[in-house]
Nanobody
Framework: QVQLVESGGGLVQPGGSLRLSCTAS????????MSWYRQAPGKERELVAF????????NYADSVKGRFTISRDNAKNTVYLQMNSLKPEDTAVYYC?????????WGKGTLVTVST
């Protein structure tokens, strides 16, 4: 059974940091490109960061460049999102996505709230 399970979300003050994790099972994780998306209340889901199969290529939304870092550990079937200098506008449910040749899997998301 394919599963993507996100963790690490929570409440953090502006300027703080969080590290999200997404652990995969039920498929060959190392064969899939991975991404993090987020969806804020009342807004569409948007791409936050992307990492290629071996981690040699990454891309970020302009809004998070320089603050967020995506990485992966294929031995642990896990992709990470290190989020620094968090802002209230980063508040959203964060989802991970796995993609390979037309196959797409999504996690159920983890909530990040940036607030005083």
């Amino acid at each position: 059974q394919v599963q993507l399970v996100e963790s690490g979300g929570g409440l953090v003050q502006p300027g703080g940091s969080l590290r999200l994790s997404c652990t995969a099972s039920g498929f060959t994780f190392s064969s899939y490109a991975m991404s993090w998306y987020r969806q804020a209340p009342g807004k569409e889901r948007e791409l936050v960061a992307f990492i290629s199969i071996f981690g040699s290529s990454t891309n970020y939304a302009d809004s998070v460049k320089g603050r967020f870092t995506i990485s992966r550990d294929n031995a642990k079937n896990t992709v990470y999102l290190q989020m620094n200098s968090l802002k209230p506008e980063d508040t959203a449910v964060y989802y991970c996505k796995a993609v390979q040749s037309g196959l797409t899997y999504w996690g159920k998301g983890t909530l990040v709230t940036v607030s005083t």
